[in-house]
Every structure is written in structure tokens, then in C-alpha cells.
Nanobody
Framework: QVQLVESGGGLVQPGGSLRLDCATSGLTRDFYAIAWFRQAPGKEREGVSCIGTDDGSTYYADSVKGRFTISRDNNWKTVYLQMNDLKSEDTAVYYC?????????????????????WGQGTQVTVSS
């Protein structure tokens, strides 16, 4: 059974940094990518970033490009999201998820129906 556990969230001031970790277990079947999503209060869940298994391609939401970086360890046991220059609008619950549907592409990487396993989320609050 696939399990994802997010950690690293917390309270940070605007301009600060956090690193989120997504610990994976039970990934015994083929998968195509792992992504980070977030959901702010009163808003729909949205894609933040994704990393593909085939060639390591990475994708980012426009709102986080240049500030966030997704990476992974060699065995896909942990996927990281380094978040720099945080803004109040980054406040949200952050989730990681596994894509079992197919290779991500620029126009489909954040399609949530492609993701079959989700973590419980970690809260990120950006406030002074």
C-alpha cells in the first residue's frame, strides 16, 4: 500500500524559506511522477510542482517559478520542495501525490485525476 507523509511545514515570515519533505513507502508499482499540490482556505487545490520519473523533468506553477525547487533522492523515498522568498499567498496546506496515469507534460502535469495516492498534507503559513 502506497503511503505518503508530508513534513516540514510551519510558520514563516514573508521572504523566508521552508523545505517540505514527502516521504514515500510502498511504491512497488510503476509510477510516472510525484507532485506537490496546495490548497488555501476557500480555494481549490492547485498544482505547485511536479517531477517526472522518466527523465527527471520538472514543472512549476507560474506563481512559484524561480522561488520553489522540486527534487528527490536517488530511490524516490523522499521528494523535496524547497520554497524560498515565501509570500503570504503561499499560505496553504501542501500535499504530495503520486501519478500512476502517465508521463507528465507541460499542459497536463497538474491534472489531479492522474494522481492515485495522496498524503495528509502539511500546513504552511506565511505571516509576519
Amino acid at each position: 500500500q502506497v503511503q505518503l507523509v508530508e513534513s516540514g511545514g510551519g510558520l514563516v515570515q514573508p521572504g523566508g524559506s521552508l523545505r517540505l519533505d514527502c516521504a514515500t513507502s510502498g511504491l512497488t508499482r510503476d509510477f510516472y511522477a510525484i507532485a506537490w499540490f496546495r490548497q488555501a482556505p476557500g480555494k481549490e487545490r492547485e498544482g505547485v510542482s511536479c517531477i517526472g520519473t522518466d527523465d527527471g523533468s520538472t514543472y512549476y506553477a507560474d506563481s512559484v517559478k524561480g522561488r520553489f525547487t522540486i527534487s528527490r533522492d536517488n530511490n524516490w523515498k523522499t521528494v523535496y520542495l524547497q520554497m524560498n522568498d515565501l509570500k503570504s499567498e503561499d499560505t496553504a496546506v501542501y500535499y504530495c501525490a503520486v501519478d500512476f496515469w502517465g508521463d507528465p507534460h507541460e499542459d497536463t502535469w497538474d491534472e489531479q485525476s492522474h494522481f492515485g495516492s495522496w498524503g495528509q498534507g502539511t500546513q504552511v503559513t506565511v505571516s509576519s
